[in-house]
């Protein structure tokens, strides 16, 4: 991990220094509104807004500030061991505490005993600390003017302030597990300390090796842990198109729906604002995510002899039973099927979820999605200093250096590339690795299932392997992995939509 962080007392000077010039009041933005949102509606790849910020007053919200401004407010924080090994960590693999920012703050500097509050049960040496999914307007619901800071205007949604956002704040190393969004696209704005960012395409979802297990609503994780990849467990891993970039302060990121992403911060402090875009392709997601919700509850809410793991995230606020992820997905589909054929949506009742804005809503509060404008006329996206594009990186290249806001580019290190290192190769028993492969083989893709253990085309030692391979046991969670695939659930979401749609014609036919 030393290669992608430098010296961070010299990185912190050159984010400060940045930040200055471009808080400067004669500072003019590069893009209009309505150029902003036209470039956004043409991008197809991730791509990072510069100087679109400068009169944001949001870029005051430092993590010294906001202490001042929530006092000794809790807030809770995710822990985990600064650790290397071949495996994501999970939010159900964390620890976590209701601590202050000033608590937070003193634990940074090294201090302990009740300066530190509940850290004092955690070694800064050993720990990194993650307030993420901080719903701003549950923050700071009594402060609402702290809400106009935020100003996503710009990028031409109206109205869209923090009411609308999330803030993150968290130390080095603390992370993010590599994941897809269901719902919508992404605007983040870095305000302190840098963000590393790993992005894949949609395409690169079987190279990814999703699974629903921890379940979070929204969510789809990979297996895969993209800085220390296990290139035996997943192999098609070392194919997958990474595209890298390090968030400075001030700059804007755009990550388009679906595409994967794993983010951590590299410098001591970090404070970062996202808002999570509604989009009208949202409706059919909301039903695929109605679909995966009633499959995993059902199965992994009965009590069975492997059911005993950790599989609901922390982040969700518990097994809901049946009866009521039926009747959600029947009104998802009730609602995405009348917004396909233009009906007003005052004439139906909707439960609140069905509307909720991306992501998690902890507020509850009901938006319309947003409508891109058609634009039929030839539009080049205009890259340049402004706006940068965020390119696929080369797997050959061992070369890594900071970054600059002129020079937002990472070359992987062969460290996450899938390329084990000398000091890095794998002891494990064979045994062990025949034993992985029922369940991660299969899950990067539908087809390869049926070839798991055919016999024809053997090796010298691979009778062995099969004979192992049969007596290997299939668990409710390798089960769910080919049952909430997400190919699967695509094709599922198609019928039950053709499904209810040929019931409303007859209806309306009788």
Same mark, same amino acid.
């Given at each position: 991990m030393e290669q992608f962080r430098g010296e961070t007392s010299f990185t912190t000077r050159v984010g400060k220094a940045h930040y200055q010039a471009m808080a400067s009041p004669t500072a003019m933005k590069p893009f209009s509104t309505e150029e902003t949102q036209r470039i956004l509606h043409h991008l197809q790849q991730p791509a990072v807004f510069m100087n679109m910020t400068c009169d944001w007053p949001a870029l005051h919200w430092t993590a010294e500030q906001l202490s001042v401004c929530l006092s000794d407010k809790l807030i809770r924080f995710r822990l985990g061991r600064r650790e290397e090994t071949n495996t994501p960590l999970f939010e159900t693999q964390c620890s976590y505490v209701e601590a202050s920012l000033v608590h937070f703050l003193s634990w940074t500097c090294g201090q302990s005993g009740p300066d530190v509050g509940p850290f004092s049960e955690f070694s800064y040496s050993e720990y990194w600390a993650y307030a993420d999914y901080k719903y701003i307007a549950m923050l700071f619901q009594d402060q609402p003017s702290m809400f106009e800071d935020v100003r996503w205007p710009d990028f031409g949604f109206e109205g869209r302030d923090g009411r609308e956002s999330t803030l993150w704040i968290g130390t080095e190393g603390a992370n993010t597990p590599c994941h897809q969004d269901s719902y919508g696209c992404n605007? *983040?704005?870095? *305000?302190?300390? #840098?963000?590393?960012? =790993?992005?894949? &395409? &949609?395409?690169?979802?079987?190279?990814? =090796?999703?699974? #629903?297990? &921890?379940?979070e609503e929204s969510s789809v994780f990979s297996q895969v842990d993209v800085l220390r990849p296990d290139p035996r467990k997943f192999p098609d891993f070392q194919k997958a198109r990474v595209h890298t970039v390090t968030l400075q302060p001030g700059q804007v990121l755009f990550v388009p729906r679906h595409w994967w992403h794993y983010v951590e911060s590299v410098d001591p402090i970090t404070v970062s604002i996202n808002s999570w875009i509604e989009l009208e392709a949202d409706d059919v997601a909301r039903v695929s995510e109605a679909v995966t919700k009633a499959v995993v509850c059902a199965m992994k809410g009965c009590p069975s002899d492997d059911n005993r793991d950790d599989w609901l995230n922390p982040t969700e606020e518990g097994v809901t039973s049946h009866n009521e992820n039926m009747q959600y997905l029947n009104l998802a589909i009730r609602a995405c099927a009348q917004r396909q054929t233009d009906l007003h949506c005052s004439t139906l009742t909707l439960d609140p979820r069905d509307s909720r804005p991306a992501k998690r809503d902890s507020g509850g509060q009901i938006r319309k999605p947003c409508v891109w404008k058609r634009d039929p006329a030839p539009f080049t996206i205009p890259f340049g200093p402004h706006l940068i594009s965020v390119c696929c990186q080369r797997r050959d290249s061992t070369e890594t250096r900071d970054m600059t806001p002129k020079d937002l580019e990472v070359k992987p290190s062969r460290k996450w590339a899938g390329e084990p290192q000398e000091d890095e190769q794998r002891t494990e028993p064979a045994s062990a690795v025949r034993l992985h492969r029922g369940k991660d083989e299969c899950s990067s893709g539908l087809t390869q299932c049926v070839a798991c253990d055919r016999a024809d085309g053997m090796s010298e030692n691979s009778s062995e392997d099969c004979e192992e391979s049969r007596d290997s046991i299939i668990t409710t969670n390798d089960l769910l992995d080919c049952l909430v695939h997400p190919d699967v659930i695509a094709t599922v979401t198609g019928l039950l939509l053709a499904r209810h749609t040929r019931s409303h014609r007859t209806t309306a036919a009788s």
């Open positions: 605007l *983040v704005l870095q *305000v302190q300390g #840098r963000k590393q960012w =790993y992005l894949f &395409p &949609p395409d690169d979802a079987s190279k990814l =090796y999703p699974t #629903r297990i &921890p379940y």
